[in-house]
T-cell receptor, first 111, second 112 residues
């Protein structure tokens, strides 16, 4: 069973159609949760780190939130340039500091 | 800005060849990582290093080795390349244990 599950696997939106991506995790304690954006053929690019339930971070049209068992990446009024794969990674407290990555959500925003 | 560079963007090798993938970071980061990324499987950790000359196995180390002789450079070695090692290889670095990772642009390796 995967420790980090992202849903949906793929999402198609119209420009301006807001939505949310989900990252759920099953680690017993959370040290940190990271969101990355990956464009085709490139390496992932860091977006946010969240550490505790209730925390929120924002950047342009993106807002990341965290609860005890999941994180959401909210995309408000997306534009075609927001099209990318969004990856979530979780660090477990008390264990190795190496983050476990989810398989990602592929987002396509149509003009 | 942190910069992580990888020696090649695309590489084509033959089965049985020894392959070297080089990664260099310019921000004095302690930790460096090698991942491979395959469709449907996500990012899988091959090896990581938390200090010069130190290395630890990740989830899929078989068929690979690494070298970290200098802090800024982390090399991935495929001792005898096989077709199932065809993949996108990503290098990353991080300042400390709790910090975000910075990724290189990736090397797309094809083994024929």
């Amino acid at each position: 069973e995967d420790q980090v599950t992202q849903s949906p696997e793929a999402l198609r939106l119209q420009e301006g159609e807001s939505s949310s991506l989900n990252c759920s995790y099953t680690v017993s304690g959370l040290r940190g949760l990271f969101w990355y954006r990956q464009d085709p053929g490139k390496g992932p690019e860091f977006l946010f780190t969240l550490y505790s339930a209730g925390e929120e971070k924002e950047k342009e049209r993106l807002k990341a939130t965290l609860t005890k068992k999941e994180s959401f990446l909210h995309i408000t009024a997306p534009k075609p340039e927001d099209s990318a794969t969004y990856l979530c990674a979780v660090q477990e407290s008390g264990g190795s500091y190496i983050p476990t990555f989810g398989r990602g959500t592929s987002l396509i925003v149509h003009p | 800005d942190v910069k992580v560079t990888q020696s090649s963007r695309y590489l084509v090798k033959r089965t049985g060849e020894k392959v070297f993938l080089e990664c260099v970071q310019d921000m004095d980061h302690e930790n460096m990582f090698w991942y491979r990324q395959d469709p449907g499987l996500g990012l899988r950790l091959i090896y990581f290093s938390y200090d010069v000359k130190m290395k630890e196995k990740g989830d899929i180390p078989e068929g690979y080795s690494v070298s970290r002789e200098k802090k800024e450079r982390f090399s991935l070695i495929l001792e005898s390349a096989s077709t199932n090692q065809t993949s996108m290889y990503l290098c990353a670095s991080s300042l400390g244990a709790n910090n975000e990772q910075f990724f290189g642009p990736g090397t797309r390796l094809t083994v024929l």
